[in-house]
């Protein structure tokens, strides 16, 4: 007996049912084909009237047959969860020997006829069927494996899935003819494939197709779910479409196109990852991903804004994928842009405590410190003449405690800091810190005395004003004098009583930078000797400048 030929037969063969093909041969009847195609062998008579086939036991040879899948044998096939990311749980159905109560779901779990996944707002679980189908459940999203099963004689299988809110992708495994064997339903339509890549959204409204390889079949569904209802629109490559009320389905339209992501940044140094995509025109929605490997099974962060700019936070060090794409007028998501990611932040830098960001120091050392972190075995420290850090004055690793003292001549610096903890672990340089050294201010010179006043001429950079004082004491307790000058030129009056005199002053810059005092300096001045007009005309005075 010669094999059958096997080929999926046109709807026209069977307006109500979908139909297998089997190409007669000699010796076929009908009675023989039922008992190796239907589920219920006795039912030839269904063969005779799909066919109009007058004769049960002559059939023409090489006549296609219309064998209705609905009538054939099947096998139930189980899935199998290949990822699970964040809070997924199932119900599974009646009868599976489990309480009606969710369980939690996990990598490697078998998916039965009937079994409902949900996800949590940060869940996401991949599917594979025994096709090799694969369904990627979103955040968000309850869908319920309808049935999955093999027809053993025909060699095919078949899948339906029923989501009833939230967001699927689907990566249907080809198939060779006839009518599509994986289905999605929705409460607004039903979409049949037989082997793309698409998209599912549905709310309690409206769904959203978008195809992005070969055609989806969208026509609208039947009241409580039974079936389709209406004409089919074909979705092709590119393109969506959205099903409404009422068995509505829009008229297909182009997908928005992928933002460019070549834009981005690839290594990011901080915990919260800051992408500012480019803004599309006529956008009126954009969404991110990003995960773990490039299919995109094991999604770690998304997120949706009007706006093209996202801030992501809690993600471990590691290499990532990003994938963004935007939204149209009608919610249609458009082809997505992708970009490989790598974080590194941790161990994160220290917080630097001085100096301050764009301080000014009048001194010829400055001295560096910052926040010590818990996990560090050391830190590092680079000091360099330009923002870019390729002038360096100072690299220095293994600083053992939170600060240090560095010898620098006047000039502008930048200095960052690093954290190295165990081992060869070194985190992210922390963000540069403008640093301007300026010479400190000169000692006064010796003042000229005069029978009436101390005259001191003070160096002077331009725009600069002066805080002068004169004490009794080194600590500057017993203050003679305290002023305010917008010249070098100081003229005090001369104290009648002479004896130890301490002066010392500081610098105010144009830009309101106050300078440190000076260093106190002694001037030993006798006590006036007054003539008989009352005039002071003693002498022997000395200026010393070390510290008193």
């Not at 109560?101 to 599917?127: C, E, F, H, I």
């Not at 600060?403 to 081992?423: F, K, M, N, Q, S």
């Amino acid at each position: 007996m010669c094999a059958a030929s096997l080929t999926c037969c046109p709807v026209a063969l069977a307006a109500s049912a979908s139909c297998h093909t089997h190409t007669a041969v000699a010796g076929d009847t009908l009675i023989g084909l039922s008992q190796r195609y239907l589920a219920e062998p006795r039912h030839w008579q269904v063969l005779a009237r799909v066919n109009k086939i007058d004769n049960p036991r002559r059939i023409p040879i090489g006549q296609p047959l219309c064998i209705p899948v609905e009538r054939m044998k099947a096998t139930p096939q189980a899935g199998v969860v290949l990822e699970v990311v964040g809070e997924v749980t199932r119900r599974d159905p009646p009868g599976a020997g489990h309480a009606a109560a969710m369980q939690p779901v996990q990598k490697g779990d078998a998916v039965t006829q009937g079994m409902t996944l949900r996800t949590s707002t940060n869940g996401y679980v991949t599917v594979q069927l025994a096709d090799g189908s694969i369904l990627k459940v979103q955040a968000d999203t309850q869908a319920r494996l309808d049935s999955s099963v093999k027809y053993e004689e025909a060699g095919f299988f078949a899948s339906t899935w029923t989501v009833l809110r939230g967001r699927v992708e689907s990566l249907v495994a080809h198939l060779t003819g006839g009518q599509p064997r994986y289905q999605i339903k929705t409460p607004q339509a039903v979409l049949g494939v037989r082997g793309t890549e698409f998209r599912v959204a549905t709310d309690d409204k409206q769904t959203w197709n978008e195809t992005l390889d070969g055609t989806v079949a969208v026509s609208g569904a039947m009241k409580g779910g039974k079936g389709a209802t209406g004409r089919t629109t074909l979705v092709t490559a590119g393109h969506g479409t959205v099903a409404g009320a009422q068995a509505h389905i829009a008229e297909p339209q182009a997908l928005p196109v992928a933002p460019v992501l070549s834009g981005l940044p690839s290594l990011f140094e901080r915990p919260l990852l800051r992408l500012d995509l480019p803004e599309v025109p006529g956008a009126s929605n954009y969404r991110i991903q990003i995960a773990e490997d490039a299919d995109f099974r094991r999604v770690r962060a998304e997120a949706t804004s009007p706006q093209p700019h996202f801030r992501v936070a809690d993600l471990p060090d590691g290499h990532y994928h990003l994938r963004a794409r935007v939204a149209n007028a009608q919610g249609l998501e458009g082809q997505d842009g992708t970009w490989p990611l790598q974080l590194k932040a941790r161990p994160e830098p220290p917080i630097p405590t001085a100096p301050a960001n764009r301080a000014k120091l009048r001194a010829r050392e400055a001295h560096f410190s910052w926040t010590a972190h818990p996990q560090a075995r050391a830190y590092r420290l680079q000091v360099a003449r330009d923002a870019g850090f390729t002038q360096l004055v100072l690299d220095q690793a293994d600083l053992p405690d939170p600060e240090a003292t560095v010898p620098l001549p006047a000039g502008d610096y930048h200095w960052r800091i690093a954290t190295t903890a165990a081992g060869p672990d070194k985190g992210p340089w922390g963000d540069a810190q403008l640093l301007l050294m300026r010479d400190p201010p000169a000692q006064p010179p010796p003042p000229v005395i005069t029978p009436d006043s101390l005259q001191f001429q003070l160096q002077a950079e331009p725009g600069q004003h002066f805080e002068f004082q004169m004490s009794a004491d080194g600590a500057f307790a017993r203050m003679l004098y305290s002023v305010t000058a917008d010249t070098p030129d100081i003229t005090l009056p001369r104290p009648p009583e002479g004896g130890r005199l301490y002066v010392r002053y500081r610098a105010v810059d144009a830009d309101g930078f106050i300078g440190p005092y000076t260093t106190p300096q002694m001037v030993l001045l006798p006590a006036c000797v007054r003539s008989s007009d009352m005039q002071c005309v003693g002498g022997g005075e000395h200026f010393l400048t070390t510290e008193p």
